[in-house]
Structure formats: C-alpha cells, structure tokens
C-alpha cells in the first residue's frame, strides 16, 4: 500500500529557511510526478510546486526564486526547500504524488505538515 510521509514543518521566523520532506513507500511501479500543496485555514489548498517526472518543474508566482521542489529518486523521497520566509497565517503543507502502483495510477496525498511563519 502507498504511503506518503511527510515531516519538517514547524515554526520559523520570518527570512529563514525549512525543508519539508515526504517520503514515499510502497507498491510503487513508477512515478509520474510530485508535487507540493499548501492551505491555511478558511482557504482552497493551493499549488505551490510541481515537478513531472521528465518535465519541468513549476512554482506558483507567490513563491518563486524562493522554494525549490527537487527528489531523490534512491530514497523515493520529494523535498520543499522554502527559504526567505515571509510572515503569513498558518498553513498545512500536503505532499502529493501521482504515481503507477500495482492498483494502477491514481494520485496520493501525504497527512500535511503545518508550517508557520512568526516573529
């Protein structure tokens, strides 16, 4: 069975850095691509980086040059590296991975891991 693991959220001051990792396991016959989501309370969950196995990665506007999608492929594991953080509400980051089991393809999300950006 799939799982998606996340971990590495927690409380950082505005201008620093956190990197959130999920590690992905079980079943997998391939992966078609990772990405990251995020949604702060009374908001949509929103696209923050994708990265398409074999494609280019993207970023939304809000945090590009800033946040940086990159994965291990020996570790299955996908990573956030989120620098210059600015001061804004709470938010959980889920994991995503759109991948090729033995159930076939489907998406996955990780549990979410809450980041938060405070003086």
């Known amino acids: 069975q799939v799982q998606l693991v996340e971990s590495g959220g927690g409380l950082v001051q505005p201008g620093g850095s956190l990197r959130l990792s999920c590690a992905v396991s079980g079943g997998i016959v391939s992966f078609n691509g990772m990405a990251w989501y995020r949604q702060a309370p009374g908001k949509q969950r929103e696209l923050v980086a994708t990265r398409p196995t074999g494609g280019s990665t993207t970023y939304a506007d809000s945090v590009k040059g800033r946040f940086t999608i990159s994965r291990d492929n020996v570790q299955n594991t996908v990573y956030l590296q989120m620098s210059r953080l600015k001061p804004e509400a709470p938010a959980v980051y889920y994991c995503?991975?759109?991948?090729?089991?033995?159930?076939?393809?489907?998406?996955?999300w990780g549990q979410g891991t809450q980041v938060t950006v405070s003086s």
């Open positions: 995503y991975a759109d991948l090729t089991g033995r159930a076939g393809r489907r998406g996955y």
